[in-house]
């Protein structure tokens, strides 16, 4: 018959700043530039919450209306940042910059009602860029050129307050005010994140600034990163937070833009693509293998392994000849399923790229942009879940007549040969490939290439908007997500399931369609 459900939520964060600044010609060739400051940031949050799980007339949503006690879930948070920073900018004959920056935070989050010693934690950067082009004298084709340098290391302490130290939460309103050991085992010795980067890059402009390049290559490590490993249930927690060992990350970001068409007659065509690729290796753990989260079925888990990638996914998956082909069973014909969990890819893509295009002539501008990612995967529920229930297209072979697996089988003398045997249990056979017990069987490529967004823009003439009173009038047509493709089965790879106020990253469970936005805007300068 229903539920109701009111929240009340207050949540409010208050930052105060202030900045000192010193600048200094001490040459003709050399200026110096010092900054100094400090800011301090309390958040709070507070959250009321009441529901009716059932009710005795189905529409009225009241809870007077309510079939049994009413449930109330208060929680509240507070957390507070205190920093100081300073920076300093050194300039030689304006084609040489060094910036060195400094900042600590002391971070609430980070402490304990006993110490206060890991809450803060310093960081300093340096960065060197050289302007080529201002330095020396260039070939003509060359309208700027910048090389730059940077080392950094930036520290966090999160933001999620109430994790270090043992305490209760409320068991809800039907247990009279009661309290309950939370899901969560606190960490009293947290250490704040820590990562450690080096970056190398280019930026170039060429041929009357028509075409510009921007490239970057970096490697960083980052350690004692706050993770949440999944805990057998027997021992009164589901998680407990962890400082995970050390994470190397290296990868490369390249930006691309320039001027196709450019004409006297007003047309023009600028594009620029951006791709960026990132590989990360765990270096150091606690143990060998740490579980950082559980998906719904087929022992389908996140695993960080020494020597693996954080995002890879593990699972129970087909038993596969030395071949790599399915083996199935003899009898049956269904396919046989692994008791172990098995490698099943990473959930972070390798690489991504965007697409842009701006077509413009006179008054009219036309901009299109794609965007696309590579080499991730991820686990489907909702696959699961049809295909075990028949209502998929991928489950109508072999209904009628059966089906013979595409692998193969071992026979009576131990050796593998092509599978000859008919399966006349569709409804087995099937769940043999994508039912509970398979996590390989549903987990595909979130490989995609998606339209992300069409703009056509038409800017009235600057007499007419004279006329009118106006500086500026544009009116425009729009499109965002228009189109996908990609070999993902369900609605959108670009999922993200929520599990409390965490998102879930490769496990899709239950996904709606994404939407596609159309309108109009008109946009006025007075």
Do not use: C
């Amino acid at each position: 018959k229903g539920s109701y459900r009111a929240q009340d939520i207050f949540s409010s964060e208050i930052s105060t700043d202030f900045l000192l600044k010193y600048n200094k010609k001490i040459s003709s060739s050399f200026e110096l530039s010092v900054m100094g400051g400090g800011s301090m940031l309390k958040n709070r949050y507070n959250k009321a919450e009441s529901r009716a799980d059932s009710l005795i007339y189905p529409g009225i949503y009241s809870f007077a209306n309510a079939a049994g006690p009413l449930v109330s879930m208060p929680y509240s948070s507070r957390y507070a940042i205190n920093s100081f920073y300073g920076v300093v900018t050194a300039t030689y004959n304006r084609y040489l910059y060094l910036d060195l920056t400094a900042r600590k935070d002391w971070n609430s989050v980070l402490a304990t009602p006993e110490r206060t010693t890991n809450a803060g934690f310093f960081y300093p950067s340096a960065n060197l860029s050289f302007v080529l082009s201002d330095a020396t004298n260039l070939p003509d084709i060359f309208n700027f050129a910048k090389l730059r340098f940077s080392a950094s290391s930036v520290g966090s302490g999160g933001t999620a307050p109430y994790l270090t130290a043992y305490n209760y939460e409320t068991a809800g309103s039907l247990f009279s005010g009661g309290l309950q050991t939370p899901g969560l085992l606190a960490n009293p010795n947290l250490r704040p994140l820590r990562t450690v980067t080096y970056e190398v890059g280019a930026n170039l402009k060429m041929f009357n600034n028509r075409l510009g390049i921007d490239v970057a290559v970096y490697a960083g490590n980052t350690k004692d990163q706050h993770l949440r490993r999944i805990l057998d249930r027997a021992a009164g927690y589901t998680q407990v937070l962890i400082n995970a060992g050390k994470v190397s990350n290296t990868g490369v970001e390249l930006a691309l833009n320039g001027t196709i068409l450019k004409s006297k007659n007003g047309i023009n065509w600028t594009s620029g693509i951006v791709f960026s690729a990132n590989k990360n290796k765990i270096k150091e753990l606690l143990d060998s293998s740490v579980v950082l989260q559980t998906g719904p079925v087929g022992g389908g888990q996140i695993v960080a392994t020494v020597g693996g990638s954080m995002g890879d996914l593990y699972g129970r998956g087909y038993v596969r000849a030395a071949d790599g082909q399915v083996v199935y069973d003899p009898i049956t014909g269904n396919a046989l399923i692994s008791q172990d969990v098995k490698y099943l890819g990473n959930t972070i893509p390798k690489y991504k790229i965007g697409f842009n295009n701006t077509f413009s002539y006179k008054q009219f501008r036309l901009n299109l942009l794609f965007d696309a990612q590579v080499g991730g995967v991820a686990h489907s529920l909702m696959n699961y879940k049809l295909a075990e229930q028949g209502k998929t297209t991928i489950t109508l072979p072999g209904r009628y007549n059966g089906i013979i697996g595409n692998g193969v089988v071992m026979g009576t003398d131990g050796k593998y040969k092509q599978n000859d045997v008919i399966a006349t249990d569709i409804d087995e056979y099937y769940r043999s490939h994508y039912g509970a017990d398979n996590a390989e069987g549903s987990t595909f490529s979130t490989d995609f290439i998606k339209f992300r967004e069409a703009r056509l823009d038409f800017t009235l003439a600057p007499g007419l908007t004279k006329k009118l009173g106006l500086q500026r009038a544009t009116l425009g047509v729009y499109g965002r997500d228009l189109f996908i493709w990609s070999p993902w089965p369900m609605f959108d790879p670009e999922f993200g399931t929520l599990s409390g106020t965490d998102i879930v990253r490769g496990f899709e469970t239950g996904q709606f369609p994404s939407t596609r936005t159309m309108g109009i805007n008109l946009v006025v300068g007075f």
